[in-house]
């Protein structure tokens, strides 16, 4: 069984650009859920999806938004980026019977802003 | 205060001794994950509790819901446990909430 797919692995941006961040979560998954990793914040929760839904959203500004395809692939956008932005983004897939569900990660977005 | 905290930060270790990392929380919760972040970003999801005691190889996780603590053992261990520990809670409307995290190094 694949596990979570993201992409791009690394990617490079200047200060007003958007981006768009992709996460192919193991197949019959249908939660998606995106956290921001820094090494002054630590892991910090963004959003969950399930099922095309957000169900909820962490303490991120509106720049930072997501969604969800009906076969479970997930996408993230920041726009208007900021210095501030730099981090590892890291998506998640469950299956999603309860919380007791164990999450899966990928391997992460370095995303660097200049 | 942060509602997840986590000791020790670090922690240094000789191969073979027994470890524990503590995880104490403030908020309710519905279940508890222990996470292990090797260099270069992986996250591996060791355990999630919401009661008990939970057990896999040389891991034990344990919870304590009326004290709002969990702990993370490792016997034995090995120089490839070495990571970054990460408790996570998570609390209410499907919002997980993360430590900090307790650097492991374990020497050989």
């Known amino acids: 069984k694949a596990g979570v797919t993201q992409t791009p692995r690394y990617l490079i941006k200047t200060r007003g650009q958007q981006v768009t961040l992709s996460c192919s979560p193991i197949s019959g998954h249908r939660s998606v859920s995106w956290y921001q990793q820094t090494p002054g914040q630590g892991l910090q929760f963004l959003f969950e999806y399930f099922s095309e839904t957000q169900r909820n959203k962490g303490n991120f500004p509106g720049r930072f938004s997501g969604r969800q395809f009906s076969n479970s692939r997930s996408e993230m956008n920041v726009s208007t980026l900021e210095l501030g932005d730099s981090a590892l983004y890291l998506c998640a897939s469950s299956s999603w019977t309860g919380p007791n569900e164990k999450l899966f990660f990928g391997s992460g977005t370095q995303l660097s802003v200049l | 205060k942060n509602e997840v905290e986590q000791s020790p930060q670090n922690l240094t270790a000789q191969e073979g001794e027994f470890i524990t990392i503590n995880c104490s929380y403030s908020v309710g919760i519905s279940a508890l994950h222990w996470l292990q972040q090797h260099p270069g970003g992986g996250i591996v999801s060791l355990f999630m509790?919401?009661?008990g005691k939970k057990k896999h190889g040389r891991l034990i996780a344990t919870i304590n819901i009326q004290e709002k603590h969990s702990s993370l053992h490792i016997t034995a261990s090995h120089p490839r446990d070495s990571a970054v520990y990460i408790c996570?809670?998570?609390?209410?409307?499907?919002?997980?909430?993360f430590g900090t995290g307790t650097r492991l190094k374990v020497l050989a």
């Open positions: 509790l919401s009661s």
């Open positions: 996570a809670v998570f609390s209410g409307t499907y919002k997980y909430i």
